[in-house]
């Protein structure tokens, strides 16, 4: 059953993108699947499959306003904590969990179902009982709003590792300059502060105003905090702590030409609960 859990974790937080709400479906679905007359049960992996995707896309359907201070992003985690169960190379990238809120849930689940886990469009329609041209027209759908990410890198890239070392100095030294110097010109921010932290904006656009406010944030809030380098989503992130825990993460999306082109700023104790 632990490796059915570890593959219906993952399957719900690729739709979710919150590690807690996850693993509430995961209990939910195999404690209804422990009640159940299984005797017209063929496939119990398949069953617990289908169960756990919709009751996720579902979950995502009626949570799909979220009231938040800022702009809403998904849970960070790492892969390098035993407490994290999810199945790694079928985890998306985080760029890509921010970019499938984009997506309804059953266009998230198409997508997660076949980049993910490799799903015949057989194989989707019958889970989520519907035709398989219908399956190919959503995924097609999908495909055209994600940009070609990818789904999760093969490994972690040095360069990237440099790029987070520069950013980590330009800002603490808050000079808006050298931060300039590793921005794409239509960078983007994003803030997620929860329903407890103010952010200061929950989305800033472009170089200039981008490293100005990243600089002011820094004077402000994250002087003198200690940082740590980590890895979260296959992606590279800065992390500020206050105390034990973390008070903000910085998950960088870095381009082929080691420029970055996202930064989602994370605030929300209740996401960053995990991180250590």
């Given at each position: 059953m632990q490796e059915n859990y570890n593959k219906l974790l993952t399957y719900a937080y690729n739709i979710t993108g919150s590690y807690e709400d996850a693993q509430d479906l995961v209990q939910d679905v195999i404690e209804k699947y422990i009640s159940l007359d299984k005797s017209e049960i063929r496939n119990e992996a398949n069953f617990l499959i289908k169960s756990t995707i919709n009751h996720a896309i579902n979950f995502k359907n009626r949570h799909s306003k979220k009231i938040v201070y800022g702009e809403w992003l998904p849970e960070p985690l790492s892969f390098d904590h035993a407490e994290n169960k999810l199945i790694k190379e079928q985890t998306a990238c985080y760029t890509?969990?921010?970019?499938?809120?984009?997506?309804?849930?059953?266009?998230?689940?198409?997508?997660?179902?076949?980049?993910?886990?490799?799903?015949?469009?057989?194989?989707?329609?019958?889970?989520?009982?519907?035709?398989?041209?219908?399956?190919?027209?959503?995924?097609?759908?999908?495909?055209?709003?994600?940009?070609?990410?990818?789904?999760?890198?093969?490994?972690?890239?040095?360069?990237?590792?440099?790029?987070?070392?520069?950013?980590?100095?330009?800002?603490?030294?808050?000079?808006?300059?050298k931060i300039e110097e590793l921005l794409i010109d239509d960078i983007r921010l994003s803030a997620d502060g929860g329903q407890r932290i103010r952010v200061i904006k929950a989305v800033e656009t472009g170089k200039m105003a981008t490293a100005s406010l990243l600089a002011y944030v820094q004077q402000q809030f994250l002087a003198g905090k200690r940082f740590t380098f980590q890895t979260f989503n296959h992606q590279p992130a800065l992390c500020f702590w206050q105390g034990e825990r973390v008070y903000n993460c910085h998950i960088l999306d870095i381009d082929n030409r080691g420029l970055i082109r996202e930064i989602y700023s994370i605030v929300d104790p209740e996401k960053l609960k995990r991180v250590y």
């Amino acid at each position: 059953m632990q490796e059915n859990y570890n593959k219906l974790l993952t399957y719900a937080y690729n739709i979710t993108g919150s590690y807690e709400d996850a693993q509430d479906l995961v209990q939910d679905v195999i404690e209804k699947y422990i009640s159940l007359d299984k005797s017209e049960i063929r496939n119990e992996a398949n069953f617990l499959i289908k169960s756990t995707i919709n009751h996720a896309i579902n979950f995502k359907n009626r949570h799909s306003k979220k009231i938040v201070y800022g702009e809403w992003l998904p849970e960070p985690l790492s892969f390098d904590h035993a407490e994290n169960k999810l199945i790694k190379e079928q985890t998306a990238c985080y760029t890509l969990l921010v970019l499938l809120e984009k997506l309804n849930a059953k266009e998230r689940a198409i997508y997660i179902l076949k980049e993910a886990f490799d799903y015949s469009h057989q194989e989707i329609a019958e889970t989520l009982d519907i035709s398989v041209d219908n399956s190919r027209q959503i995924l097609s759908r999908a495909r055209k709003q994600l940009q070609h990410v990818k789904y999760a890198p093969d490994t972690a890239n040095s360069a990237d590792t440099d790029i987070l070392h520069r950013y980590q100095t330009a800002l603490s030294e808050g000079n808006i300059f050298k931060i300039e110097e590793l921005l794409i010109d239509d960078i983007r921010l994003s803030a997620d502060g929860g329903q407890r932290i103010r952010v200061i904006k929950a989305v800033e656009t472009g170089k200039m105003a981008t490293a100005s406010l990243l600089a002011y944030v820094q004077q402000q809030f994250l002087a003198g905090k200690r940082f740590t380098f980590q890895t979260f989503n296959h992606q590279p992130a800065l992390c500020f702590w206050q105390g034990e825990r973390v008070y903000n993460c910085h998950i960088l999306d870095i381009d082929n030409r080691g420029l970055i082109r996202e930064i989602y700023s994370i605030v929300d104790p209740e996401k960053l609960k995990r991180v250590y």
